[in-house]
């Protein structure tokens, strides 16, 4: 019995790094075992924030990948301000007190003539080219996945065209993500936002989202299907010699200005004071995209001499670290917007079997996660004395050389567990 062919629309793709595109490769790795052939569509020239070339081996080799060119301004804004583009591009928005005359109009610019995104000049040429192929290939069923949500336009057109089946998968919410409010949006701009997410959603055939905060969410702006299929973890060959001999504390991935826990910073500040071994015994990493403001704000605090910035790295090179760490940091930004944030790298965290500890807002879906896990510890903002005790309790065990988490029930986030999940929907919406 052949296969059926599904046609994916996606920005992300290697050598682009990041947990973006790591869902998708993944999917795509996994759904033949489900009998279903993936086509990938990707840019044939895109302007990648941050690459990761170890990716590119991962993509299986008898998968059919169509490119096609694409304009992005952020390739011509690099004229006027390299670093402010790279770091606008990542997601790293600048405080607004601290942003230069040239971060404010380009932040303008892109919010409000590039709606939804500044990748909206690949949808007309994208459905020309897609059109064609769909039909010559006798493809019923098409996905895009966002963000970029102007990829969602893309499909948008195509269902509208030619009647597809079209399943939209919502790796982050659209109107209601932490940084639309920073975009300097004018009131016709964020009404044409909120007309495309409507348009989008009411017309798509079945909607995939990645948190059940975003799924309460969207159920309040369409009647059509919406299902849960979270990121998750794959199996991999780091072997680790040794866990590190410091007591470390790792966070991995992208500290933005407004992911800053000073509460972290004041209580590893008063337990360095406090106590002499956990002084000489502590490190804190931080691998990834670190934001100018958290770094000051460490320093605040008085831990230049305990801080390890170890920029981007690949993702063996962070699976690595997660394993080699002694606690693994996720810190997230104590807003209503972020309970629907699940980071991708929770998952892997989860995997490694190194506890987490955990910031956020109170009854986010991480915060569910962890717990039903039982891979680590979540903590508001307002906790200060509980995290303080719990690193401390932490410290303890690093000191008995007990100090690991014992997951339960994990297995369901496995990457062919949840690629299983998307088969289903696939084949139920052919």
């Keep these: 019995m052949s296969k059926q062919k599904v046609l994916i629309i996606c920005y992300y793709w290697p050598p682009a790094g990041g947990p973006g595109v ?34 590119v081996n991962e993509i299986p080799d008898d998968i059919t990948v169509l490119k096609h060119p694409i304009s992005e301004p952020y390739r011509y804004a690099k004229l006027f301000s390299k670093k402010n583009t790279k770091t606008i591009s990542s997601g790293v ?21 590039f709606i939804p995104d500044a990748r909206k000049n690949w949808l007309k040429p994208s459905v020309n080219f897609l059109s064609n192929y769909i039909k010559e290939n006798n493809i019923n069923t098409i996905i895009t996945t966002g963000p970029p949500h102007s990829l969602h336009l893309i499909g948008l057109q195509l269902k509208k065209q030619l009647g ?32 495309l997410e409507r348009s989008v959603l009411n017309t798509s055939d079945q909607i995939i989202v990645t948190s059940h905060h975003t799924k309460n969410e969207f159920e309040t702006k369409t009647k059509q299907p919406i299902a849960v299929i979270t990121n998750g973890y794959d199996s991999h060959s780091v072997v680790l010699k040794n866990k590190d001999a410091k007591f470390s504390l790792s966070h991995i991935g992208s500290l933005l200005s407004e992911r800053n826990p000073k509460v972290l910073w004041e209580v590893l500040s008063e337990l360095i004071k406090e106590n002499k071994d956990f002084a000489n015994d502590f490190e804190l990493k931080l691998i990834g995209i670190v934001s100018e403001k958290v770094i000051a704000s460490i ?21 690595h670290a997660q394993m080699a760490s002694q606690i693994l940091l996720l810190i997230e930004i104590d807003s209503e917007t972020t309970k629907a944030i699940i980071p991708g790298k929770l998952f892997e965290y989860m995997q490694s079997k190194t506890p ?10 991480v915060e569910q996660i962890i717990k039903t896990t039982n891979t680590g510890t979540y903590f508001n903002y307002n906790s200060k004395a509980a995290l303080k005790n719990q690193i401390l309790s932490y410290y303890k065990m690093y000191k008995k050389e007990s100090l690991k988490a014992c997951p339960i029930g994990i297995e369901k986030y496995s990457r062919k567990q949840i690629t299983k999940q998307l088969s289903e929907l696939i084949l139920a919406n052919n």
């Design 93 to 113: 928005i600048p405080e607004k007190k601290k942003q230069s005359l040239v971060e404010k109009l380009m932040l303008y610019i892109r919010g409000n003539f």
């Design 299 to 319: 320093e605040a605090y008085n831990l230049d001499d305990y801080i390890n910035v170890l920029g981007y790295v690949s993702h063996n090179e962070a699976i």
């Design 356 to 365: 987490i500890l955990a910031l956020g807002p109170n009854d986010s879906d």
């Design 164 to 195: 597809v089946n079209w399943l939209t998968d919502f790796r982050d919410p659209w109107t209601t993500i932490g940084y639309h409010k920073d975009l300097k949006l004018t009131t016709v701009s964020q009404k044409k936002h909120i007309e």
């Design 22 to 55: 790591q869902r998708w490769l993944k999917f795509v790795k996994y759904l033949p075992d489900f009998d279903i052939e993936p086509i990938v569509y990707c840019p044939k020239n895109p302007n990648y924030p941050i690459t990761d070339q170890s990716l």
